[in-house]
Nanobody, 126 residues
Framework: QVQLVESGGGLVQAGGSLRLSCAASGRTFSSYLMGWFRQAPGKEREFVAGIRRRSFNTGYADSVKGRFTISRDNAKNTVYLQMNSLKPEDTAVYYC???????????????????WGQGTQVTVSS
């Protein structure tokens, strides 16, 4: 089992940048495929990005490709989401998620992830 704690959210102007972090407990972080999701008020939770556990292959939602970058540091038990060129429509609560399954591709459905953090708020002003 793994526990996830997000940090790094906040208020930023459109065009700005933020870096989210997700710290994982336990000694087997490298065994988890990690993902980032977000949920805006009144909307369903949506996939943002994911990274496989050893190959470090990544996957992104079309809406964030070229602007967001997911990365991981297995030595620090942390996954990051670098967000550049932020837009007001990026405003949401961002969640870190994990699955221990060795999947060939990064899954985009929330049901594929067993473990979730509590979320961190990102607000982008226009």
């Amino acid at each position: 089992q793994v526990q996830l704690v997000e940090s790094g959210g906040g208020l930023v102007q459109a065009g700005g940048s933020l870096r989210l972090s997700c710290a994982a407990s336990g000694r087997t972080f490298s065994s988890y495929l990690m993902g980032w999701f977000r949920q805006a008020p009144g909307k369903e939770r949506e996939f943002v990005a994911g990274i496989r556990r050893r190959s470090f292959n990544t996957g992104y939602a079309d809406s964030v490709k070229g602007r967001f970058t997911i990365s991981r540091d297995n030595a620090k038990n942390t996954v990051y989401l670098q967000m550049n060129s932020l837009k007001p429509e990026d405003t949401a609560v961002y969640y870190c998620a994990a699955t221990p399954r060795d999947l060939y591709v990064v899954p985009s459905r929330s049901g594929e992830y067993e473990y979730w953090g509590q979320g961190t708020q990102v607000t982008v002003s226009s």
